[in-house]
């Protein structure tokens, strides 16, 4: 049984630890959220951050990073996501320590989805306009940089201020991405601004389908848009 062994694993912990091995201790307690986020979640939560703590004062950060991801994902599982949150914060920036862009950037973008999913679009907004920005002068990552800004671009059309979405397609994303208003994505962003500005509902609509025939649109653009398209109506 799962919570058998997850105490067997935290008794076993507790003797590691008493007898001066805290980096068994640690991978013990580690073995024994394994066993709990079966079936107790919660406990599971709290022997990480016990862990977390533990591969901290050992200079381990990427293995704590790894176990705080690991926490955002049992938040996220049981709902609460503003703890998932801020685990998953916690983890990108010790990511980002370990020079770990990469999985840093895959992390803060974790965050401003479920940010979107709280209704904190403003942070959304900040999160995918500093990844688009950081992108744009990498190599590999610069290909990506117009689908944040369309991201970003329609959070803020949802926030309703209209002159200043614009503004910021027109002055801040232009400069991070010059051709961007010759992509898809630029130009269905200025498109949508547009029917925003003159409440044009089933214009913005026929938009959205011709783009999303060529392009696809994936779960938090398609809640945006929704979101957009109900600010149209109210």
């Known amino acids: ?15 590691e630890s008493l007898g001066g091995e805290p ?32 591969l901290v004062r050992q200079g381990r950060f990427s293995s704590a990073a790894a176990h705080e991801k690991e926490i955002g994902e049992l938040w996220e599982g049981l709902g609460d996501l503003k703890q998932a949150i801020k685990a998953f914060e ?3 920036e010790r990511y980002a ?8 950037q895959t992390l803060w973008l974790k965050v401003a989805a479920l940010a979107c999913d709280t209704g904190d679009l403003e942070r959304a ?25 369309l991201r970003a671009g329609l959070a803020r059309l949802c926030l309703g201020d209209l002159v200043g979405a614009k503004r910021a397609l027109e002055e801040q994303y232009l400069a991070w991405d010059p051709s961007l208003l010759g992509t898809r994505e630029g130009k269905l962003l200025l498109d949508l601004t547009d029917c925003m500005l003159e409440a044009d509902a089933e214009l913005f609509k ?20 929704a979101r957009c398209l109900r600010a149209i109506g109210e």
């Open 1 to 15: 049984e799962w919570q058998s062994a997850g105490k067997a694993f935290e008794r076993a912990a507790e003797v």
């Open 23 to 54: 980096d068994g201790g640690c991978r013990q307690l580690i073995q024994a959220a394994g066993c709990y986020k079966r079936v107790q979640p919660e406990q599971a939560i709290a022997l990480l951050e016990r862990a977390c703590g533990l």
């Open 90 to 92: 916690g983890a990108a």
């Open 97 to 104: 320590g370990e020079d770990s862009a990469v999985t840093a």
């Open 125 to 149: 907004v900040e999160i995918w306009e500093r990844t688009a920005r950081d992108s744009a002068g990498d190599a590999i990552r610069r290909y990506s940089v117009r689908d944040h800004l």
């Open 206 to 225: 026929q938009r959205v389908a011709e783009f999303e025939r060529v392009a696809g649109l994936d779960e938090v653009k398609t809640r945006l848009l």
